[in-house]
């Protein structure tokens, strides 16, 4: 059977202030900010990636900052938690940094065998470390961090659900995952061979509260694909499946599809061509605002209405 779904690709949340944000994820979690572009729908607002040296699917965290909007409320209908993978000898380096940074989290703790801790950006986006050896993506030592504690990408998402049945067909029977481990109420599923970066976790939650979305809510998660052939054949399945999946958007780094799941959540399938050295070189990822071309006509006008970024 042709592989149609690889793992995550990426996960896209909202965010209050930009500059913190930035701060947060390129000083405290390590990641490089590999493209600075607009949100395609909104030119207004900022689309930043954050992500390994390259950018490689199953490591990027995007977000739209929209500044002084209200938090967000974890619950059922929410990818409530993003866990990043790292090495199990890392373990007390994040612990301590995380208290130097008086980041509060909780942990460690144990799921599936492994060890991870659980805290919130500044925005409370949920985030996990999950220490490991399993994973063999390189690190990137951006001068604060070594790379060989450095995290590697993604581990696993956490969908809250309901009544999960539904979702776990189309994770199986459409999206080509299978059941690896269930523990507590919360059933894993890999795609492909497994590993970080592959996992998908449905936690059965049917006493949470409803999910608000603002700042810190995830938007949508992502899935990896890797061509645009395979991704109109998934495509063409979910349709058939009774899932109503929007036509190919280009997203100039990716080529994307939308639908919701049965809990409600936002599902993308993304392509990994071209990827974030199209239009900039892998050196200068990230340092200059990129637009799509039907906004460069007003770049003047969008650089004067957008907050600056530094990158410490």
Known sequence: METLINGLHHVTTLAGDTQRNVDYYTDILGLRLVKKTVNFDAPDVYHLYYGNETGSPGTILTFFPYGGIPRGRKGVGQLTYTAFSAPTSSLRFWMDRLHERNIPYAGPYKRFSETYVRFEDFDGMGIELVFNDDDQRPGWDNGRIPAEFAVRGF???????????????????????????????????????GGPGNFVDVLHSPKDVHALQGAGSVHHVAFSTDTDETQLIIQHQLAEAGYHVTPVQDRNYFNSIYFREPGGILFEVATNPPGFAVDEPVAELGTALKLPPQYEPRRAKIEAELPEIVVK
């Open 155 to 193: 581990h696993t998402v956490t969908l809250n659900e309901i009544n999960p049945d539904k979702t776990v067909k189309l994770l199986t029977e459409v999206m080509q995952h299978t059941l690896v481990g269930e523990e507590e109420g919360r059933f894993r599923f890999k795609a492909g061979n």
